[in-house]
């Protein structure tokens, strides 16, 4: 398993008690796998510094003001893909299918396309597939 996309999964979804207890070990796992550069490290550092002491509350407003409410950071690949467009509910299908073809069974209520659901996907992966999958959806 592949921590790093499992972390970026965490970090992506809506903010949680556990969650904010995780924050002070994030540096040490991204640092294990040595996947992402340091420049980013020191970023995801500097955000759970920011969010580790932030009152839940005022932490979970921010995510829904951020994601929620502004199309352009959607958390949800097709919607910078397909839009509002007819194509998106088919893209859904066979997103959702490729998932259990490859033993991933979505148990939230999120939609496939929905980035931390995804990261999580690639956290299952070995390495490169994980790296050609991601690589697939670099240009959104």
């Keep these: 398993m592949m921590k790093t996309y499992k972390v ?11 969650l904010q207890k995780f924050l002070p070990h994030v540096e040490r796992e991204m640092r294990e796998e040595s996947l992402l550069q340091e420049d980013t490290i020191s970023g995801l550092v500097q955000f759970c510094k920011r969010h580790g002491p932030l009152d839940l509350t005022h932490w979970q407003e921010e995510y829904v003001q951020l994601f929620d ?11 910078h893909i397909k839009g509002e467009s007819k194509d998106r509910g088919q893209a859904m299908v066979n997103l959702m299918e490729f998932y259990k073809e490859n033993g991933m069974y979505l148990t939230t209520k999120e939609l496939p396309d929905y980035i931390p659901a995804f990261l999580e996907f690639l956290s299952t992966l ?7 999958l991601l ?5 959104v």
């Design 8 to 18: 970026l999964s965490l970090l992506l979804s809506y903010p949680t008690d556990e």
């Design 69 to 79: 409410y502004s199309r352009s950071v959607s958390l949800h690949i097709f919607e």
């Design 126 to 132: 070995p390495p490169a597939k994980a790296a050609e």
């Design 135 to 139: 690589g697939e959806t670099v240009h």
